[in-house]
């Protein structure tokens, strides 16, 4: 399977990590995917997730000075996991930065509200140069 469908499954994974009622490791919130999706590149979501987790905090603050009169913790959950992912890919990959960007922009508008799209690709296109 394309690295869309593991960066969305990467995207879900870091959701369920993020609720307040889960005591989940990045190992067992993976597990749950690999019967329903035995073809993706699970050390790649391995990574992402495993990544965002561990740099959050700098991930953070190299996303909220581009957020212009906003904090990263008011920003809608997918919205923020969305803009770890694709920070932590832009600076940690071989990946082109318009790939990252379009794909970001592809999972908020598949899990955000309608025209968030725009602000993600906006925070993002900062972040890249």
Do not use: C
């Not at 990544?51 to 959050?56: F, L, N």
């Not at 603050?61 to 992912?85: A, N």
Request: hydrophobic share 40%; no cysteine; aromatic share 10%.
């Amino acid at each position: 399977m394309s690295r869309k469908e593991a960066r969305k499954q990467a995207f879900q994974t870091l959701f369920q990590l993020e609720m307040k009622d889960t005591d989940l490791t990045i190992n067992e919130a993976i597990n749950f995917i690999k019967d329903d999706y035995p073809d993706l590149d699970f050390d790649f979501i391995h990574w992402l997730v495993t990544g965002v987790k561990d740099h959050e905090p700098v991930l953070d603050e190299t996303i909220e000075p581009k957020l212009k009169d906003w904090s990263i913790q008011r920003l809608l959950k997918s919205d923020r996991i969305i803009l770890r992912m694709a920070t932590f890919e832009l600076l940690h990959s071989e990946t082109p930065p318009k790939v990252i960007i379009n794909e970001a922009v592809e999972l908020t508008k598949q899990f955000s509200d309608d025209d968030h799209y725009k602000f993600i690709n906006g925070v993002l296109s900062n972040i890249k140069n």
